[in-house]
């Protein structure tokens, strides 16, 4: 086994072939510079994450711009399809993996997670030292796999958090599919890289440098500005986390300016390192939304059953209070009032069958918004 590393000042892309049954083949495109080949037989940088390897469902998308992802199908085929596709945040560097899968495993939808494996930590799949062929070619792939599944446009989500959550919204509204779900983006993208990830920056820009920053700050305004109006932007971002004033705020600002629906979940005491705890029960209900097509706006919520006890767990937006009905097959069996309180727990009656809760949001302005969980 071995490993090949590339280092290029300019956009470079490796493709391999299978020559004969022992051989392959390396072919390296681009475009000039500087070039660094390193053939690795030891030490390898990439984290082994079982890629392509048989079993592991794995599928890899072939072209110009090649890279990997899983696609896991809905429960049943009977019901009306619908697709939601999730982008990674980054990862350590040479550590490519995907978010949320454990979390959004089952249910009757399509949902493709897709590999962000350029560069050391990704490009957001989005630019290759100034070329954008990355983003092309992940809008292809995005639009054909629609296509194969059959799905209406109005019935696809994508989701991501941090810089998956960039990724969903830049190609959201590019396709203009019908929702995308963010946690914390990063909606100016080089001013966020400077201070924090220069080397991906570096890789996506050319350089690390003020310019380079402001520079890919305006190309991602410029594709929210070029995007379809259609797609509904859901952001949920803590009331901790620096990314609410420097990015959600001027992203709902332009979003808002240029005829977006735009939302904002400010979560009290979030910080940026706990936005994908928060943020995977966020798109676990907004999973449930899109398979019965209600688009209620939920919080995000854990339901739990233990033998006759039910618990329940919100995480309310800022400044809102709740009030929970817990919900029989034939009856509301409890009534909680509007209160501050987050975790709310039941007893239920013997041989209970399964129940659910219906949650009302309340807010300073006093309006009421609600909606109703999964059965446990």
Not at 300 to 311: D, I
């Amino acid at each position: 086994m071995a490993e090949l590393h590339v280092e290029s000042t300019s956009p470079a892309a490796v493709t391999v072939s299978e020559l004969s049954s022992q051989h392959q083949g390396v072919q390296l495109g681009g475009y000039g510079g500087e070039l660094r080949i390193d053939l690795r037989f030891d030490r390898f940088l990439l984290k082994d994450r079982g890629v392509g390897k048989p079993g592991g469902g794995w599928r890899r998308h072939e072209s110009g711009r090649s890279f990997n992802y899983i696609l896991d199908s809905p429960l049943s085929d009977q019901l009306p399809k619908k697709l939601l596709v999730v982008f990674s945040a980054i990862g350590a560097e040479y550590d490519f993996t995907f978010n949320y899968r454990a979390t959004l495993e089952g249910g009757n939808l399509s949902r493709a997670f897709v590999l962000d494996d350029f560069g050391r930590q990704g490009s957001y799949y989005w630019v290759d030292h100034g070329d954008d062929s990355i983003f092309l070619e992940t809008q292809r792939f995005l639009s054909n796999l629609v296509n194969e599944l059959g799905v209406d446009l109005g019935d696809v989500m994508f989701a991501g958090s941090s810089k998956g959550g960039t990724a969903a919204l830049l190609h959201g509204v590019t396709l203009g599919v019908g929702r995308v779900l963010l946690g914390a983006p990063q909606y100016r993208v080089g001013d966020y890289l400077l201070n924090a990830a220069p080397r991906i920056l570096s890789f996506m820009a050319g350089e690390a440098s003020d310019e380079s920053s402001r520079s890919l700050n305006d190309r991602a305004k410029e594709i929210l500005l070029r995007g379809q109006r259609r797609t509904v932007i859901r952001v949920a971002v803590g009331s901790g986390d620096h990314h609410l004033v420097s990015h959600v705020v001027p992203l709902s600002e332009d979003a808002w300016a240029a005829g977006y629906n735009v939302s904002s979940l400010i979560l009290p005491g979030v910080p940026h390192s706990k936005i994908g705890w928060v943020f995977k029960h966020l798109l676990a209900a907004e999973a449930m939304d899109l398979e019965l097509g209600s688009w209620q706006d939920p919080l995000p919520y854990a339901l739990t059953r233990s033998g006759e006890t039910v618990t329940l767990r919100c995480w309310p937006a800022e400044g809102e209070k709740v009030a929970v009905h817990l919900v029989g097959k034939k009856a509301v069996l409890e009534k909680r009032p509007y209160s501050d309180d987050v975790e709310y727990s039941f007893v239920l009656p013997p041989n209970e069958g399964h129940v659910r809760a219906r949650v009302f949001r309340r807010d300073d302005s006093n309006s009421i918004q609600a909606f109703t969980t999964h059965w446990a």
